[in-house]
């Protein structure tokens, strides 16, 4: 059944960072079946969107991005004012509520909750919202293994020796995203560390000059066929120190990555290993992966786990995930019965 969507995120710019890159995807899955209108983030909460959302009538509204206490009390104030009372769905993909709306959350909880961490999933279940477990996603078909042939061209084409393993980092250049504990491994010199970041959200700073000064190699040029610089590595390292388990962000800057970071997913359909920071919608969805190993956040942490990894190849990611599979999961999101209205 064909409904009418308002999808509120981020859109049209490059798919660089994984915000983008999930508002593009649920956008490109949800045409598939439906009619979509498209709500930038900044403007959601205005007259102009509140005109232009009445003369669509929407079935839904899809906010993508956050959400934050904004979203969810402009989620709550379209739905009462919009004809039909349309159903709202929150993505959470990178939340950040403080304690003062953690507490409010009973009267601005929307009518679905699509969950990546626990903690939230939790939260949210409390307030009275359905919530619904929604990975990240990735295109299985581009993201796949290279040969070895096809591995060693790419490697002599940015430059990389033969005789060590690459360890790659793909993301933001920033402060909090713990990059400095890739040093320990490019400084231990069994390792070539490779990191390449988004061209719209790197930051110069001292810590991008530590990295550069041990010799690891960093690039923050938009790279379209960013699945070439994962065919041509070894082991994937993810970095970010996520709030503990069971805890809030105390700040919005303390959150460094999505939910469930999508390199991590991208990286193991292309075949590679990953060492990773612990995060709970990792270790939800990937618990049962082989090829997935912890570290404490510290360099020392992440070169033993990298020497316990090994150069054996990694086993193929497990099912589910596949971005082919979106579609047909939006349609079931979507066309689920509301709740009784809070």
Known sequence: MSLRIALIGDFGGRTDEGMRKLCAQVEAA???????????????????????????????????TGPTWRSLAALRA??????????????GIRPYLGPVTRRALPALAPDVYLAQA???????????????????????????PADAPARAALRARWGLAADRPVVLHVGHIKENRNLGCLVAAQRSGRYQVLIVGSESESRPG????????AGCRVHTQFLPEIEEIYQLADVYA?????????LYPRDYDEIGVIDF?????????TGLPVVSTRHDALEHFLASDPALRWFDGTGGGCLAALDATGRSPAP????????????GRLREIYGMPARSRR
């Open 30 to 64: 949800a045409r598939a079946a439906h009619e979509i209108l498209l709500v930038g983030t900044r403007d959601f909460a205005s007259g102009r969107a509140w005109r232009r959302l009445r003369a669509f009538r929407p079935d839904c509204l899809h906010y993508l």
């Open 78 to 91: 379209h739905r009462s004012t919009l004809p039909g009372r349309p159903r709202t769905i929150a993505t």
């Open 118 to 144: 626990r903690r939230w999933q939790t939260l949210f279940a409390a307030a009275g919202a359905r919530t619904i477990d929604f990975p990240s996603w990735t295109d299985r078909a581009r993201f796949r």
């Open 206 to 213: 001292p810590w991008r000059q530590e990295l550069e000064a």
């Open 238 to 246: 993810f970095t970010v120190r996520a709030t503990a388990a069971g």
């Open 261 to 269: 970071p999508l390199s991590v997913l991208e990286a193991r359909s």
């Open 316 to 327: 193929p990611l497990g099912p589910g995930f596949d971005l082919a599979e979106l579609p």
